[in-house]
């Protein structure tokens, strides 16, 4: 497994009564030895890595090139056999095609290529593509699919350019990209990735030929999932008005809950029944409507409306604590469940299945209220720093770009769309994100231990206001020395309330003439 001792290789270029040696020179800048046709070299050649040469400046008149590897014991390979991207094109228009198609959505960004023929002698005919499937055929072969993330919020096309550089060559993908996943010749040459709108994403693909231990790379390709010439939503702005406002709005609340969610206990409930009821209407109205964004978006602003007041008017009638920490907890639950599939867990190819996803997502989300089941409070604070603290992540998002909103987002997405669960997840998480995450986690560590400190001594959770309402209003009627004894009851006081509006609206009747009386 060592070093071999000393190599000699030659090149010789034979022309008509000519024949000549070659000389290596390194070429450091690109990691391969550089032949020119002269002299011979001595290199030494480790086992395991292989090296890579590259020949310039052949003469046009030569006929052929022999090549002479010699080793003083130890048996050496030269190969000529870097695999062919796209040698085997069977679907797009060129016979040898190293391009990579892509096709891209709201949802999911799909990347197609040709498979890849094994490398062959210049002049002779290309091994056949389908007749063996045995280790001397292209089937041989694997593919790494690698993705590089740019600089977010950078849409320039200096900054296109330049990192199209760094995913063009094998040994320039390998040191800048992330390797995703690697294909075989069973697998079909189609990968697909959460699109990331706004967002600059270069792909590439390598292919290896594992015996010869060579690899080539095919034609990378970008995406920055969205339209730069559209008049509404393109790349230059950052999400829709109505996305804006609604987001906003709901930040504000959050924020609110962040730090008072607990005290203002009827508030907080509000706001989770409308994160449950307006996420679980938004799935279905899309599902099932062709309406618009904007609409679906106002429908949901209401529908959410209703299920906040709903669980409030819950609460207040029949006062069952532990039905609405349910609610509260499953809220929590959901986010700790997305985030635990935002990390490279969620690219497993287990959860490509949506029934182990689901089943695998809903146990997650439905534990965190079981655990905290004894301790309800420390639940109701924890609920109202995460939640409260994200929805400003979220509104953050709607006015520049942060990964951290695919936290939510890729759930969402994935029960939108049913090709999603074979997509890959993966996201930046650069300077932006960091702050945004810093931000996050400040806001969250804040609201929780403002409400911890502010509580204590307190009582764990309010009475139940429908008790309270009925205890009153018999002590009102027993008590006749309550001054709200005597407040007449509502029917009365309403129809005086209305026979002072319609007065409002009658002419006065004249009086007539007057004549004082004198006595």
């Known amino acids: 497994m060592g070093l071999l001792p000393l190599l000699v290789l030659a090149v010789l270029a034979l022309e008509p009564g000519a024949a000549s040696g070659a000389e290596t020179v390194g070429n450091s800048s690109e990691g391969l030895l550089e032949f020119s046709v002269g002299k011979f070299r001595y290199f030494k050649l480790n086992r395991p890595f292989p090296e890579e040469a590259i020949l310039r400046h052949i003469s046009s008149n030569v006929t052929f090139l022999i090549f002479q590897l010699h080793s003083q014991y130890q048996n050496t390979t030269i190969s000529f056999s870097e695999p062919v991207p796209g040698g085997c094109n069977l679907e797009f228009d060129l016979d040898i095609d190293p391009n990579i198609y892509l096709q891209y959505n709201f949802f999911e960004t799909t990347i197609k290529f040709a498979p890849a023929n094994l490398g062959y002698a210049r002049g002779t005919a290309p091994p056949p593509c389908d007749i063996e499937t045995g280790q001397d055929s292209r089937w041989r072969l694997q593919y790494d699919v690698y993705q590089y993330f740019m600089p977010e919020n950078d849409l320039t096309e200096e900054a296109l350019l330049r990192h199209l550089q760094r995913m063009a060559e094998v040994p320039q993908v390998k040191a800048n990209a992330v390797k995703v996943v690697t294909l075989t010749a069973d697998d079909k040459t189609i990968v697909s990735f959460s699109s990331l709108w706004g967002q600059g994403v270069i792909y590439n693909v390598i292919v290896r030929d594992p015996f010869l231990n ?4 095919y034609v990378p390709v970008h995406t920055y999932a969205c339209s730069f010439e559209a008049e509404e939503g393109n790349c230059f702005s950052l999400g829709r008005v109505s996305t804006k406002v609604f987001f ?6 959050g924020l609110f809950i962040c730090f008072f969610g607990h005290r203002f ?3 907080e409930l509000f706001f989770i029944g409308f994160i449950l009821m307006g996420f679980f209407f938004y799935i279905l109205i899309t599902r099932l409507t062709p309406i618009k964004y904007d609409v679906r978006l106002i429908l949901t602003a209401l529908a959410g409306s209703i299920g906040g007041i709903c669980l409030v008017a819950a609460w207040w009638r029949f006062g069952i604590l532990v039905l609405c920490m349910l609610c509260v907890g499953l ?9 635990t599939f935002f990390t490279p867990l969620g690219n497993l190819k287990i959860f490509r299945d ?3 996803f689901w089943v695998t997502f809903s146990c997650i989300a439905v534990l965190i209220p079981v655990v905290f089941m004894g301790c309800l409070r420390i639940l109701n604070i924890l609920t109202c720093g995460f939640i409260g603290s994200y929805s400003v992540v979220l509104a953050i998002d709607s006015y520049l770009y942060t990964s951290l909103s695919y936290i939510t987002l890729n759930v969402l997405k994935r029960a939108l769309h049913v090709d999603f669960r074979r997509a890959f997840v993966n996201v930046p998480f650069q ?11 400040m806001l969250a560590v804040s609201g929780i231990t403002l409400q911890i400190r502010r509580e204590r001594g307190q009582p764990f959770f309010p009475p139940h206001p429908y008790m309270l309402w009925k205890r009153e209003r018999e002590r009102r009627v027993t008590n006749i020395l309550d001054p709200s004894y005597h407040i007449p009851p509502l029917r009365e006081r309403l129809y005086g309330q209305l026979a002072q509006i319609k007065a409002l609206f009658q002419k006065e009747q004249p009086a007539g003439e007057r004549t ?4």
């Open 265 to 267: 206990w009827k508030t």
């Open 516 to 519: 004082p009386l004198l006595l």
């Open 214 to 217: 060579t690899s080539a790379a």
């Open 248 to 253: 906003t709005l709901f930040a504000l609340l």
């Open 331 to 339: 809220v929590l639950g959901f986010l700790v469940s997305s985030v």
């Open 431 to 441: 300077t932006n994100d960091f702050i945004v995450l810093a931000a996050w986690g």
């Open 354 to 356: 949506d029934a182990v």
